[in-house]
């Protein structure tokens, strides 16, 4: 019988992460600071020590806390691998397809990979809380139960038009005991400052951002990082080398690998594992394919130089694929996509052509996922459904050449708390 599903026992998670950096082709561009140490002093102020050590590590693998390895049991690691033979038939029968199914955590995505260990890192620091900003809620959930399972308080800096528009998430933020707030908030005086001048201020990213940092600072607790640096996306390649094992296991290896770029954590976090041994043998023979939002085309349209990482130009500029940190991005459902920039390794790695980019619309992405359900069952977050458009090109392109490939996708999230997203674009009654 043909496997469709493909599990790992609970022993084989992970002992080490794997780090990309000295596998790297070059060395990559470090952080710099155009405020004289201010914004590298804030960081070693707020950010977790051990993570930030990381971030400059050359060591290829770190081990994984024995309490980090036990709560990615409990919250539904390893997760499994599921071949899409429906789909595949759907595409013409061209691609053998396989999807590494990060929707089967308990928040329903990759993120709880790397909250769970930023704050083991903060705890490990002393500290009495962790703070983060979150967009539409899904690494605010996940730092929340992250924070819920070591038994410490989180506060959540929820961008407030999300609070109000999108409450399903925040309402999960507040079932795992978090303390969220809509932000620009009355917990920081930039907050108080914004909401004086508009008390319907919508907020972003941004100010959220600099809200969670500055009242971590402000009372003793530690700020943690959801994408985009080399130590979050090291925390969630725990996902990479399971899907590594599970291919193994079937005695598959893929010829492409694709995943959908919001900062870039699911995406390195699955590929890298793959691309660093690649590297290491001088030769990559496979190809590594970055889709996103044409709605916010830094993958296809970005232009790879120094930018600051958030809007309120707190945090080290990072060189990266970015079409600018004051870009504002049009109200595309697919939340996790709206970030302007590029992961620095990844970028360095399009830089070099090892990694391709391709960008889709919103319409054709939720057609595409809405026929993907109707196959195979499984709703896929708006963001994860941005893979969809890629596979079509390359069951084309497969045809073409009259040569079939195996693929494997980064499947970051499953969208049933944003049905409502699907109702809108695809109008329904
Ligand atoms: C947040 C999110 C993304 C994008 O973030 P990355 O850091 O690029 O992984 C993609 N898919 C889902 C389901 C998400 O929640």
Redesign the pocket.
């Known amino acids: 019988m043909e496997r469709r599903r493909i599990d790992l026992p609970e022993e084989e998670i992970p002992e080490y992460w794997y780090n990309i950096l000295p596998d790297l082709p070059e060395p990559l561009p470090p952080p710099i600071d155009p405020d004289n140490g201010r914004r590298l002093k804030l960081l070693q102020e707020v950010i977790p020590s051990r993570p930030l050590q990381f971030e400059f590590s050359s060591e290829r693998f770190i081990k994984i806390p024995e309490e980090v390895r036990e709560r990615y049991k409990q919250v539904g690691r390893p997760t499994p691998i599921i071949r899409f033979k429906r789909y595949e038939e759907y595409l013409g029968g061209w691609l053998k397809i396989y999807g590494k199914m990060e929707g089967y955590t308990y928040t329903g995505?990759?993120?709880v990979n790397s909250a769970i260990p930023w704050v083991y890192y903060a705890l490990e620091d002393g500290a009495g809380f962790v703070t983060t900003e979150t967009g539409a809620g899904?690494?605010g959930s996940a730092v929340a139960l992250a924070a819920a399972l070591f038994g410490v308080k989180a506060y959540v800096f929820m961008v407030r038009a999300s609070y109000f528009a999108k409450p399903l998430r925040r309402y999960l933020i507040q079932i795992y005991g978090a303390r969220v707030v809509p932000s620009p908030s009355d917990l920081t005086e930039f907050g108080r400052k914004l909401l004086a001048e508009n008390p319907n201020h919508p907020g972003s990213l941004g100010i959220a951002i600099t809200e969670a940092a500055t009242y971590a600072r402000e009372h003793g607790g530690k700020y943690v990082v959801?994408?985009v640096i080399n130590t979050d996306i090291m925390f969630k390649t725990v996902a990479g080398l399971e899907a590594k094992k599970q291919m193994e296991l079937i005695g598959e290896d893929p010829d492409v690998i694709i995943g959908?770029?919001?900062?870039?954590?699911?995406?390195g976090g699955l590929a890298f594992p793959f691309l660093g041994e690649e590297l290491r043998s001088g030769k990559v023979k496979r190809r590594y394919i970055a889709t996103g939002a044409l709605e916010v085309p830094k993958v296809t349209k970005g232009v790879y130089k120094y930018d600051d990482p958030d809007t309120g130009r707190l945090l080290p500029q990072l060189k990266m694929y970015t079409i600018g940190a004051d870009f504002i991005p049009p109200p595309i459902y697919a939340g996790?996509?709206r970030y302007h920039g590029v992961a620095p390794t990844i970028s360095l790695l399009m830089s070099k052509g090892i990694v391709e980019g391709r960008d889709y619309d919103q319409e054709t992405v939720f057609a595409m996922a809405q026929k993907f359900a109707e196959l195979e069952g499984y709703v896929p977050?708006p963001?994860?459904a941005h893979v969809l458009p890629a596979l079509k090109e390359l069951a084309e392109e497969a045809k073409k050449e009259g040569r079939k490939m195996t693929v494997l996708i980064s499947f970051?999230?499953h969208g049933l708390l944003d049905l409502g997203n699907y109702a809108d674009v695809l109008k329904f009654g």
């Open positions: 995505s990759h993120k899904q690494w959801g994408s959908v770029i919001g900062g870039g954590s699911n995406w996790g996509l977050a963001e994860t970051s999230g």
